[in-house]
């Protein structure tokens, strides 16, 4: 059964502070590895999809890495409209599988 | 392109009641699923469709049934609500392609209360 973990179930940083969100995964042949941002009241909106451990993508203030048990997302210089709850899935050869997400809270 | 949307918005249901939630993708897609989302749970798959007139299970599939008589919509039923459906349910659609899996596209979901 393929499984997902994310840490810290919620983060508050000040604007400006960077950190990462970790992403621990078990899953039998990863076919690929998602994230994701949902905003409250609304769907989760897609970010990254990683396939390979090694792998790096780069979106704005985002960088999502991947080794073969983990992916961490790097928020640089966060700021307040970057909070929004961070959503990781992985791809097996079963269906797609969601972690619990990480709540993140940047302030001004 | 409207993407994915979702009717209704908000719906509350009184415990045996049924009803039906539309979703309607407009990006061609061949894969649509339908997922629930609770408090501390993640979203959890309830039904999918790899294409037109087919579906198969999830994770979570007991008391809904679904259709996709039409490739663009992909409806869920609750033939007989009870309180332990009360969540939010989002739809997404995902094309397909030989060689990887792609990304899924979600609608803005459906709150639905049963008391």
């Known amino acids: 059964e393929d499984q997902v973990t994310q840490s810290p179930e919620a983060l508050r940083l000040q604007e400006g502070e960077s950190s990462s969100l970790n992403c621990s995964y078990t899953v039998s042949g990863l076919r690929g590895l998602f994230w994701y941002r949902q905003d409250p009241g609304k769907g989760p909106e897609f970010l990254f999809t990683?396939?390979?451990a090694g792998e790096e993508k780069e979106k704005e203030r985002l960088k999502a890495t991947l080794t073969k048990k983990e992916s961490f997302l790097h928020i640089t210089a966060p700021k307040p409209e970057d909070s929004a709850t961070y959503l990781c899935?992985?791809?097996?050869?079963?269906?797609?599988?969601f972690g619990k997400g990480t709540m993140l809270l940047v302030s001004p | 392109n409207a993407g994915v949307t979702q009717t209704p918005k908000f719906r509350v249901l009184k415990t045996g009641q049924s009803m039906t939630l539309l979703c309607a993708q407009d990006?061609?897609?061949?894969?649509m699923y339908w997922y629930r989302q609770d408090p501390g749970m993640g979203l959890r798959l309830i039904h999918y469709?790899?294409?037109?007139?087919?579906?198969a299970k999830g994770e979570v599939p007991d008391g809904y049934n679904v259709s996709r008589l039409k490739k663009q919509n992909f409806l869920l039923g609750l033939e007989s609500a009870a309180p332990s459906q009360t969540s939010v349910y989002f739809c997404a659609s995902s094309y397909r392609t030989p060689s990887s899996y792609n990304e899924q596209f979600f609608g803005p979901g459906t709150r639905l209360t049963v008391l």
């Open positions: 990006m061609n897609h061949e894969y």
């Open positions: 990683l396939y390979s």
């Open positions: 899935a992985v791809k097996g050869y079963s269906t797609l599988t």
């Open positions: 469709s790899v294409g037109e007139g087919t579906t």
